[in-house]
């Protein structure tokens, strides 16, 4: 029997915890009500289930759980924040029609803003420097009286990297300015509490953060109106029509909790691990690391390689090891976000994301740097 491959790809989705999926198994089948039936018992306590899972969640958040809507995760919460406050401010009759946003968002930010700037809107893409950041001078100057919103991720799903969120939020306060953060690469990762950044509007995702797919949420800030995108049954206060998903919802808030109770120690055992795969590899020569070093998240490294073929690379990797040359969601197309930085599609397309997990050992660390190694040493040989 083959040895199991290496899964080094975190970034793209995690593992559901043991415990994450002992807390959601009676809502499969013992405790399957609709929380929408409350004409009985068995509905009242699905309810009851669902506002639990809510309040725990805001309460992580630093938030209050009217804030907190659920969606089938991080693209839907997107879509809602963006599409649905673009909408507001069009049945309000206001006057902001102008968007911003960074060149490097993930296609769920940026896909929704394209279509808004088709339908009226217009879109500003900020470039970000070389390791990544945003200049912030660069982005007090893109705003205008017109502005309506400004979407940034808390960290990027590709690079780590983490943009400067309370000196963004200071400038849309300062502006009236709604400020939208993707925070689906982050929650549970890093310190982030959207009310004292100035955040109005956060989304996340179960399956980041060692909980089940299918499930993530949008924070909306006191006083943020936003239209609905899905019409029907009108749950979720009218903002998000269908029925919930209560076992989902339950996984949602105990995975959360656990990654809040381990946030620290989990993020400084990974960046030591992080650090030591960087040194090896970096000593191999011809080895970049795409992004700043810090600030950054503590499990993600991402580098090019010269001289490599991207997808000679990843064949020859593909038995050992599970990383991947970019998001999840890039349909096999060179990085937009390492073009972004100043890299070329060729030096792109060799790039590498290490998204290091939990359950990551300084063992599978080792045998991941000599599997590289073995790897680079043959293309160079060719």
């Known amino acids: 029997m083959a040895d199991p491959v290496i899964y080094l790809d975190h970034q793209a989705t995690t593992p559901c915890e043991p415990a994450v999926v002992a807390a959601m198994e009676p809502w499969w089948s013992d405790q399957f009500a609709n929380p929408a039936s409350r004409s009985h018992r068995p509905g009242l306590l699905a309810a009851a289930a669902v506002e639990q899972a809510r309040t725990q969640i805001a309460r992580g958040l630093g938030v209050e759980p009217a804030g907190v809507v659920f969606t089938s995760g991080a693209t839907e919460a997107n879509n809602l924040a963006l599409k649905g406050l673009a909408e507001a401010e069009l049945q309000a009759g206001g006057q902001r029609r102008h968007l911003v946003a960074l060149a490097t968002e993930h ?202 073929d991207g997808a000679q690379l990843q064949r020859a990797l593909r038995p050992v090891l599970a990383v991947s040359s970019g998001s999840a969601c890039s349909s096999g197309q060179p990085s937009h976000v390492l073009q972004a930085l100043g890299l070329s599609r060729q030096q792109a397309a060799a790039a590498i994301r290490f998204g290091l997990g939990r359950h990551t050992t300084s063992a599978e660390i080792d045998a991941a740097v000599a599997a590289l190694e073995h790897a680079i040493t043959e293309a160079r040989q060719l």
């Open 107 to 308: 296609r769920a930010v940026l896909d929704p803003l394209h279509y808004l700037s088709r339908h009226g809107f217009e879109l500003t893409l900020l470039p970000v420097q070389a390791d990544g950041l945003v200049d912030l001078e660069r982005l007090q100057a893109s705003l205008r009286p017109d502005t309506l919103l400004l979407s940034t991720m808390a960290a990027n799903n590709e690079i780590g990297v983490l943009q400067p969120l309370a000196a963004i939020g200071q400038l849309c306060r300062a502006r009236g300015i709604r400020f939208h953060c993707d925070g689906a690469q982050a929650i549970g990762h890093i310190p982030l509490q959207p009310a004292t950044l100035g955040i109005d509007l956060l989304s996340f995702s179960g399956h980041k953060l060692y909980g089940p797919k299918g499930i993530g949420a949008l924070w909306i800030a006191p006083g943020v109106q936003v239209a609905p995108q899905l019409h029907g049954g009108g749950q979720e206060q009218g903002l998000r029509a269908g029925s919930l998903p209560v076992p989902l919802i339950v996984g949602l808030a105990k995975a959360l909790e656990l990654a809040l109770n381990d946030r620290e120690a989990r993020a400084q055992r990974l960046e030591a691990l992080r650090d030591r795969l960087w040194q090896r590899l970096a000593a191999l020569g011809g080895v970049h690391r795409n992004g700043a070093a810090a600030p950054r998240l503590a499990h993600n490294l991402n580098l090019w390689i010269e001289g490599l």
